[in-house]
């Protein structure tokens, strides 16, 4: 399964591929597409770095230190973070089912489990990357 040539999807695949996640990684998805954070962003975002107006955060490739207003919608995406079960650990915003944090692999591995049955169902399959890439196709 090749995800690199992806170049889009429209709102109406991800919104019909969310439908099929799990909780961790809609809660992913929603906050790559609110935040504009990538994947590993995402995964190591810690409650230390949510504050009550921002989440301040470094950029993983730049080093560069942004600050994210919490809109009304991000807080929605924490609040179902932070109630999500078990209740503890909770140090990081995205936690598995037992839990503890993702790691890289482990996040990347329940991606590709899903991006299988995604394409079983006759879709193509794109990347965590290709969210932030949601534009119009050409014509």
């Known amino acids: ?51 009550e107006t921002t989440i301040d955060i470094r950029r993983t490739k730049t080093c560069r230190q ?20 078990p209740s503890l650990p909770r140090w990081f915003v995205l936690r598995q089912s037992n839990g503890e944090p993702f790691t890289s692999e482990h996040f990347r591995a329940q991606w590709k489990k899903l991006m299988i049955i995604w394409c079983a169902l006759g879709h193509r399959a794109f990347s965590f990357r290709d969210i932030k890439r949601r534009i119009t196709p050409p014509p």
């Open 66 to 85: 942004i600050n994210v207003p919490i809109s009304d919608d991000i807080e929605t995406v924490l609040l179902r973070a932070f109630r999500r079960k």
């Open 1 to 51: 399964m090749n995800t690199t040539e992806r170049k889009y999807i429209s709102d109406q695949e991800l919104a019909a591929f969310w439908s099929i996640a799990s909780p961790a990684i809609q809660m992913a998805i929603d906050l790559s597409v609110l935040t504009g954070l990538g994947e590993s962003e995402v995964i190591e975002l810690a409650w230390i770095d949510v504050y």
